[in-house]
């Protein structure tokens, strides 16, 4: 066996596996309502093209419910947005949660928040009821994305934690298709309620699987002390014939200190919620065990060393959402429908396999061009196809808007979608790391938030004030252009530079 594999065995893809439904399901509730949308809010009593099909099937619910719940465009985005403003409130409190309490408590508790927000949104007869069951999905999808790649990042061999970090994104997408095809099918009658349904499955199946699931050994032996536990968790998870000794030796032989990968992980949201003093810098000690003084949330923004990586940072997250890639995850197939050469539900399916495909097949390609050469090109791409979307349906043109739409996509894959989040990580040293991190996760969230709620209030208001469809799409397209000066001027490139210090051209003082 190759050595890069000889510690992947059958038991971590398990761990994998069952770790990765929290991401699934993180995109799968950011895409349930797309395509029934018409469906829940009593415009269309079905967009299904499969009539027949589900006609056979006639899933529903056992107890009587009401097929559709009347909601005006502000109310359904309201219904949409407060996901993320749950998913802010989640990533917030995850890390120091994981850190005190473990990373396995902390993922029974996401499928807890799952499962008690797909339960709620099912069964739901009201616009606030929907709203609730979307908040407490929410808190669970955000909390996944801090405490997954975390454990991940401590069950996964040290030379492939790069390839399993991508699992995260990879789940997200496969959450995604998964119920953008069950839309396809069951977007009908009361049936959409069986969409929101099979998220509660999901979750308990979470919740199961994570009884085969180990504490990382990492955070029980550091945070514990059971370095006798940790050990032999580990040597379950590599394998009998593994060697461990040199992951054991990173954890300070269980003296409660962290490895400097997984301090960096932690403190990422840990150090948000604090504002210690910091000291001058520096040169570090050598060493794994070097000690570090972190900023906090406020010192790193008022610090004139860091806030150029701020502003970074919070600009390309910016980028991200506003150049429109959630308009078509989110809203595709309400806003696609009858401009189309076919059904906007299956259209919106193949976008989520080329999503899924490009964001696979891009992954190697930060580590090979460059980062900032990635995201200029995803955003160049990715406003390109936006103008030619925005003309093809203004001007009619059914089968280039369906190209424009999946070269949208595929360009966001490039560029757009992972590479702001190894940006966040790579603009500062570790004494700033935490706190960037945090205003990374803010800014992403809040993009995210406006995005949601007001993409289809302004929609409809530019259809209205000029007629036809398509002109929100001119809007993102000059987005891009900005985005594109904006991260030209002040996102510098980061590949192959060794420290924060090579990346902005500068000399470390040395008091």
Request: glycine content about 10%; charged content about 15%; overall charge neutral.
């Amino acid at each position: 066996m190759a050595p890069g594999l000889r510690d992947v065995t059958p038991y971590l893809l398990l761990l994998m596996l069952i770790s990765t439904l929290g991401p699934l399901q993180f995109g799968f509730h950011l895409a349930e309502l797309n395509a029934p949308a018409d469906v829940i809010t009593c415009r269309k009593k079905s967009i299904s093209t499969l009539e027949t099909v589900a006609a056979l099937i006639k899933p529903g619910p056992s107890a009587p419910t009401q097929d559709c719940i009347p909601m005006d465009d502000a109310s359904f985005a309201t219904v949409s947005a407060i996901f993320t403003v749950g998913g802010l409130l989640g990533a917030l409190t995850a890390g120091p949660f994981a850190s005190k309490r473990g990373r396995w408590l902390s993922m029974q508790l996401t499928a807890l928040f799952y499962f008690l927000g797909s339960t709620t949104e099912t069964l739901a007869s009201s616009v606030l009821l929907m709203s609730i069951g979307r908040f407490l999905g929410g808190v669970g999808a955000g909390a996944s994305t801090v405490i997954v790649p975390l454990y991940i990042s401590e069950v996964a061999p040290p030379a492939r934690r790069g390839f399993f970090g991508a699992f995260t994104q990879i789940s997200i997408n496969v959450g995604i298709l998964f119920t953008q095809t069950l839309g396809y099918f069951l977007s009908h009658d009361n049936a959409w309620r069986w969409i929101l349904g099979i998220g509660v499955i999901i979750a308990l199946a979470q919740a199961v699987g994570l009884f085969l699931v180990p504490e990382s050994p990492a955070w029980t032996a550091t945070a514990k002390g059971d370095l006798t536990k940790a050990r032999r968790i580990l040597q379950r998870i590599r394998g009998k014939q593994s060697n461990i000794d040199e992951e054991v030796e990173a954890w300070g032989q269980g003296d409660g200190k962290l490895s400097t990968e997984e301090e960096g992980l932690l403190t990422r949201h840990e150090s948000a919620l604090s504002d210690t003093p910091a000291t001058p810098l520096a040169p570090q000690a050598s060493g794994p065990r070097s000690e570090t003084t972190h900023l906090g949330f406020v010192q790193v923004v008022r610090d004139p060393l860091y806030r150029p990586a701020i502003i970074a940072v919070v600009g390309i997250m910016f980028a991200q959402q506003l150049c429109g890639i959630n308009s078509i995850i989110m809203y595709s197939v309400s806003l696609l429908q009858d401009l189309l050469p076919t059904s906007s539900a299956l259209l919106t399916i193949i976008i989520s396999i080329v999503n899924l495909g490009m964001t696979m097949a891009s992954s190697p390609l930060p580590d090979r061009f460059g980062r900032k050469a990635c995201l200029l090109l995803s955003i160049v791409g990715q406003g390109s196809s936006s103008l030619a979307l925005a003309l093809s349906i203004v001007f009619g043109i059914k089968i280039l808007s369906a190209i424009s739409v999946l070269f949208f996509v595929g360009f966001f894959a490039l560029g757009l979608g992972p590479v702001p989040f190894i940006l966040a990580s790579e603009l500062v040293g570790p004494e700033a790391v935490g706190a960037t991190q945090s205003w990374a996760l803010g800014a992403n969230y809040a993009a995210t938030f406006l995005v949601a709620y007001l993409f289809p209030i302004i929609n409809t208001a530019l259809n209205n004030a000029l007629g036809g469809a398509g002109w929100v799409y001119f809007l993102f397209a000059g987005f891009a252009l900005i985005f594109t000066g904006f991260i030209s001027r002040n996102v510098p490139e980061t590949k192959d530079k060794k420290d924060a210090d090579e990346v902005w051209g500068r000399v470390r003082r040395v008091d």
